[in-house]
């Protein structure tokens, strides 16, 4: 059912707020918070409703600034009513899975902890270590975060020595294996050596790993290695005697002892001030600690009971049943522990308990998570003063009215005009946030090959960066105007050249008085203000200074890697060019087929013919074009 509003935010409408959250039942169910686009901005869950519903928009509630600014632009209120709260929890997982609502976001992606990564949406699954973790393919699997990442890149090293896995994302060789392949350590799946079947079931062992199953996998391996003896193949045998010693040597390097060894459990703890939590989860099979895992999320987002909860459901909704274990303990009591047990018993097909230890074994179990919490809470701690203070360091040095929560750089790259593109990075209270990075084609048609225009390729991407909020008439822009991505500060990589090409397109903008800009110019890293002839009187090694040398090393890094990009697509083409009849839709389809120039030049005739759209003349002229003789 839909409770629909107009586009105006429904807290500046009180009789009608009142009126839609009257319609809303008081029963278990899921609830969906729209913006006036119609974007799903929260999805959640309650066994009431309409209480829980309206608790959002009670003055005397106290939300956490996310939340509030959700609320904020709430214009529509959806629901969907079910018949407990154990299916309205089902779904919720399923509908944020789905939708993956902005502010359903509790747990912090702040690309510290890795993962590990299965593509069993591809016929040859890859395995590699990731610190984002994309939901595109719903196939692949996502293992993690994992805390220690030197014993996680171990594992992997280890798998990948004695398991004969795919090494190479794209092959070597276009028509033979590499060498890893004569080595045994790759099936040989650039080739189709192996069908997909068979490597699927590799994998599925390397998986039971990362699941924490390798007690029963190597009970597994034993049991096949019995067999090949028997049917006397030595060498099958062999292969398995050495992933079996491995996986033994594995087991003694990143596993404790812990009393108890009949259960199957994981424990949660977390530590927090008023700014940071941290959560670490720790997985415990057959008495054994066999993985440890790290969250972080927004102190102010709930109760430490309610982030508990919400990160053992996003973590669990994530995993497949039998990584579920059968006794959870718990730092504190959970606000919907029922509900969830009944989830979890349902996922896994057998009771799992919540335990809040209160003394024994189990309580010193959680006092040594909550102990991990507090070191890694610590560490997060060094950081963020770290940080908050190169923040105040720099709003001194350019006497800002508050600190730059959002600091945008912006830097040039080309050779010699060619393949000239720009990079924006975005620093969100000093901390790189990648999410918000962005890549610039230069299009003006003077930056060219033999002719580079570093002024006026800065003042387009600024000009395009900001031309939404341009103003027709010199005139403040309001907070509300600006959003959530405008900038405290546009950091230019360059001297008084750059940072005056800029300067011109925001006056012609009438952003100057809103856009707070400078300039960092490498040689003596000095800092220029707009129409200021001398740079500021700082030191290079000042905290403010230091943050924004990073800002500007970060743009660099970005800018060249993807003008590198370019330039290499700019190689691959110039020469598929040259060819007559070829045009750039078959270029792609012949670059997509054989992956570089080289396979091209080594490929025959009847070898082309087989790209889509590659006839036997066209065939011919590409082959004698790169055997001219």
Not at 415 to 444: E, L, M, T
Request: glycine share 4%; charged share 30%.
């Amino acid at each position: 059912m839909t409770v629909s509003t107009e586009n105006k935010p429904l807290l500046k409408q009180p009789e009608l707020l009142e009126s839609r959250l009257k319609e809303i039942p008081a029963e278990p169910g899921v609830y969906f918070m729209r913006s006036s686009n119609g974007d799903i901005l929260y999805i959640g869950k309650s066994k009431k409703l309409r209480s829980r519903v309206r608790s959002y928009f009670r003055s005397a509630q106290k939300l956490s600034d996310r939340i509030a600014m959700m609320v904020r632009q709430v214009t529509e209120i959806e629901f969907i009513v079910t018949d407990s709260e154990a299916e309205a929890l089902a779904l919720e997982a399923n509908l944020v899975k789905k939708h993956q609502p902005y502010y359903n976001v509790l747990l912090k992606d702040d690309k510290k902890y890795p993962y590990v990564c299965i593509t069993w949406s591809e016929d040859y699954p890859r395995i590699f270590i990731t610190r984002k973790r994309r939901a595109t393919k719903q196939r692949d699997r996502y293992y993690g975060p994992y805390v220690d990442t030197r014993l996680l890149r171990y594992t992997l090293h280890i798998i990948k020595r004695v398991f004969p896995l795919r090494q190479r994302r794209k092959p070597l060789f276009k028509d033979r294996p590499c060498l890893n392949y004569d080595l045994g350590r790759c099936p040989g799946v650039c080739q189709s050596l192996i069908t997909p079947e068979e490597y699927h079931q590799i994998v599925q062992k390397v998986a039971m790993v990362f699941q924490g199953r390798s007690d029963e996998l190597v009970k597994t391996l034993e049991s096949q290695m019995e067999k090949a003896v028997e049917k006397l193949e030595f060498e099958k045998a062999a292969q398995l005697r050495d992933q079996i010693k491995a996986l033994y040597n594995l087991n003694a390097e990143q596993k404790v002892s812990l009393p108890d060894d009949t259960v199957s459990r994981d424990a949660i703890a977390l530590a927090a001030d008023d700014k940071h939590c941290c959560i670490q989860l720790f997985q415990i099979r057959a008495g054994k600690l066999v993985g440890r895992l790290g969250f972080f999320a927004d102190a102010q987002s709930g109760t430490p009971g309610a982030i508990l909860q919400r990160v053992l459901e996003e973590h669990y909704s994530t995993v497949e049943a039998v990584e579920i274990p059968t006794e959870i303990l718990v730092q504190h009591e959970l606000p919907e522990g029922e509900i969830l047990t009944e989830w979890l018993s349902k996922q896994k097909g057998r009771k799992v308990s919540l335990v809040n230890p209160q003394r024994q074994i189990k309580a010193e179990l959680i006092e040594m998570v909550e102990r991990n919490a507090h070191y890694e809470l610590e560490r997060t701690q060094r950081v963020s003063d770290r940080n908050n203070q190169a923040l105040q360091d720099l709003a001194t040095i350019l006497n800002l009215p508050e600190l730059p929560k959002r600091i945008e750089g912006y830097d040039i790259s080309h050779v010699q005009g060619s393949n000239a593109v720009a990079s924006q990075v975005v620093f969100v209270d000093g901390v790189p946030a990648k999410q918000h990075y962005r890549h610039y084609k230069i299009k003006n048609p003077n930056v060219k090959i033999g002719h580079s225009d570093d002024f006026a390729s800065m003042a387009e991407v600024l000009g395009r960066r900001f031309r939404q909020y341009a103003q027709p008439h010199p005139q403040p822009l309001s907070h509300e105007d600006r959003g959530d991505d405008f900038p405290d500060l546009v950091m230019i990589d360059g001297g008084k050249g750059q940072l005056s090409s800029v300067v011109k397109v925001l006056q012609d903008m009438n952003l100057l008085e809103v856009v707070k800009v400078v300039s960092l110019a490498k040689k003596r890293e000095e800092i220029f203000l707009p129409g200021e002839s001398i740079p500021l009187d700082t030191d290079a090694e000042q905290p403010g200074v230091q943050l924004l040398r990073r800002v500007r090393d970060e743009s660099h890094r970005f800018a060249v890697s993807f003008h590198r990009q370019q330039r290499l697509k700019s190689s691959r083409r110039s020469r598929l060019e040259e060819i007559p009849g070829l045009g750039f839709q078959r270029q792609k389809q012949l670059l997509a087929h054989f992956h570089s120039i080289d396979y091209i030049r080594e490929a025959s005739v009847e070898k082309l013919t087989e790209v889509s759209g590659i006839g036997q003349n066209l065939a011919q002229e590409i082959y004698n074009y790169f055997h001219p003789n």
